[in-house]
């Protein structure tokens, strides 16, 4: 194993053993809320310590069937232009070539790397995933690319050109981390 694989695997091993960040926010939540209350302007207004979760909704807007077709059927769509044929993916309306309108295309689950790098420090969700490939992938009937996150399976990189396939969650949010690629056998 070369020195830096090792020596990102230690520091890995022991970020792992650290408390996870959502942890340290409950800690400082609950830290807040039972805080001192105060007295504000000379003992005129009371002022208790409270917290605010809120919960909204946001539009995917144009790519919204990217989504659906994700999260209802697994499928992975991309948009094809209609007058010169180019299939986008990820998705758009307008061709950047043509500026013509777009039309929604299923594309394949299988795909060849264009470009990707091995990610060893990431975000408390993919800790257990790492090292993990983050790279643009092109559908084999697609003519364009999608960055996306790639497991490799054990190794340690993904060349350029190298097959992989997309993988979908069991449960899906119609988020794009409901789908990834992984190295194809
Ligand atoms: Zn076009």
Partial sequence: MRESTKKAKEVLGRELKSRPLESLIDDMILKKITGNPSVLESEKYFEVPDKMVMFYKYSYGQQSRFFKELKDNAALYGA????????????????????SDTEWTPVSNEGVVVSSTTVWYTTSEFFDRTPYAVGYVRPTDANTAMLQRIDLKGREFIEPGEKVIAVFKRERFGTVSDFWYEIKE
């Fill in 80 to 99: 094809r232009c209609r007058k010169c044929g180019i299939v986008y993916f990820p998705p758009r309306a307008q061709c950047s070539e043509c500026y």
